[in-house]
Every structure is written in structure tokens, then in C-alpha cells.
């Protein structure tokens, strides 16, 4: 990216946010490897241009996360994706967590917003959640970015239909 005739790097976290994703892929044989404040490992890789698979620990190796995301381009500036989230213990004993989701990403990798949509199933608490996720990202100079999303989550026992 040329600024002003400067050289700005481009943003190398387009594909996520903080945790949440956006609707920017992986390319084929692309990948990352974070982590955050010591203690959440993640990796993902491109295994082609619209397809990318991700997993997580912490250095007790609970839990273990796995992740899938699909991506397709709708026009310039306007991107989906979606995928599965899966948390649980190692075994599956204590806990799991199943989420399939898709995310809206409107905008460049530069300068965007995100809205996303999942149902996160716990398997063993019998819970089936609505969760709704806001992010945004604003290049703010040559190495400076803005980043921000926020997560809401909705018991479907709190939805009164009648």
C-alpha cells in the first residue's frame, strides 16, 4: 500500500479480529500464529484461497479449539464467510461447545465492519445461545489501527414467542 508516495505495510490481522473473524480469508498456504496475553494459543492456515482451518490451546492444553471458515467475495467491498467454532476439555467429559457461524464484512482489509451471527450449543449443559458479534477495524496511520468488537449473547429460553 502507497501512501504519499510512503510504504505502508498491509493490516496482517484482516482475516480476524481480536478472537472473532472477519469475512477476509486466508490464502492457500497462508497462515498465522498468536497469541494472546500468554495464554491463548492460536494458529490457522490457508488450506486454498476460500477455505482455512484453525486451532487453539493454553498452555494446559484446556481447551482445545478447532475452527473451519469458508469465505466468498460478493463484490469490492463486501465479503462472507462462514464456519464452525468447536471448544470442549479433552475428552468432552466437562464441557463442549459447538458454534456454526456466518459473518458479514463490509468494506477494504484496511478499513471495515464486521457483523456476525452464530448459535453457540453446549452439549453438556443442555444451552443453546443466539451470539451476535460487532467489529470493526480503522487504519488510523502507518502503523496504527484501530480494532474493536464486542460479543452479545441470547438464550433462546429468554425468547418469548406467543
Same mark, same amino acid.
Given at each position: 500500500?502507497?501512501?504519499?508516495?510512503?510504504?505502508?505495510?498491509?493490516?496482517?490481522?484482516?482475516?480476524?479480529?481480536?478472537?472473532?473473524?472477519?469475512?477476509?480469508?486466508?490464502?492457500?498456504?497462508?497462515?498465522?500464529?498468536?497469541?494472546?496475553?500468554?495464554?491463548?494459543?492460536?494458529?490457522? #492456515? +490457508?488450506?486454498? /484461497?476460500?477455505?482455512?482451518?484453525? *486451532?487453539? @490451546?493454553?498452555? !494446559?492444553?484446556?481447551?482445545?479449539?478447532?475452527?473451519?471458515?469458508?469465505?466468498?467475495?460478493?463484490?469490492?467491498?463486501?465479503?462472507?464467510?462462514?464456519?464452525?467454532?468447536?471448544?470442549?476439555?479433552?475428552?468432552?467429559?466437562?464441557?463442549?461447545?459447538?458454534?456454526?457461524?456466518?459473518?458479514?464484512?463490509?468494506?477494504?482489509?484496511?478499513?471495515?465492519?464486521?457483523?456476525?451471527?452464530?448459535?453457540?450449543?453446549?452439549?453438556? #449443559? +443442555?444451552?443453546? /445461545?443466539?451470539?451476535?458479534?460487532? *467489529?470493526? @477495524?480503522?487504519? !488510523?496511520?502507518?502503523?496504527?489501527?484501530?480494532?474493536?468488537?464486542?460479543?452479545v449473547f441470547y438464550a433462546f429460553s429468554d425468547i418469548n414467542i406467543s
Amino acid at each position: 500500500l502507497i501512501k504519499n508516495g510512503e510504504y505502508w505495510f498491509p493490516n496482517l490481522h484482516d482475516s480476524r479480529y481480536f478472537f472473532s473473524p472477519s469475512a477476509f480469508g486466508l490464502e492457500k498456504g497462508e497462515g498465522y500464529y498468536s497469541t494472546s496475553y500468554f495464554y491463548l494459543w492460536q494458529a490457522q #492456515i +490457508g488450506i486454498t /484461497d476460500n477455505f482455512s482451518f484453525g *486451532a487453539g @490451546t493454553t498452555p !494446559l492444553g484446556i481447551p482445545i479449539m478447532l475452527n473451519v471458515k469458508f469465505t466468498s467475495t460478493l463484490s469490492e467491498k463486501s465479503n462472507l464467510a462462514y464456519g464452525w467454532l468447536f471448544v470442549t476439555d479433552r475428552t468432552g467429559d466437562l464441557f463442549s461447545l459447538n458454534m456454526p457461524f456466518s459473518v458479514y464484512t463490509s468494506g477494504t482489509k484496511e478499513n471495515n465492519f464486521t457483523i456476525g451471527t452464530g448459535l453457540a450449543i453446549s452439549d453438556n #449443559i +443442555g444451552a443453546e /445461545d443466539i451470539v451476535i458479534n460487532l *467489529a470493526t @477495524t480503522r487504519r !488510523l496511520s502507518k502503523r496504527f489501527s484501530f480494532v474493536f468488537e464486542t460479543w452479545v449473547f441470547y438464550a433462546f429460553s429468554d425468547i418469548n414467542i406467543s
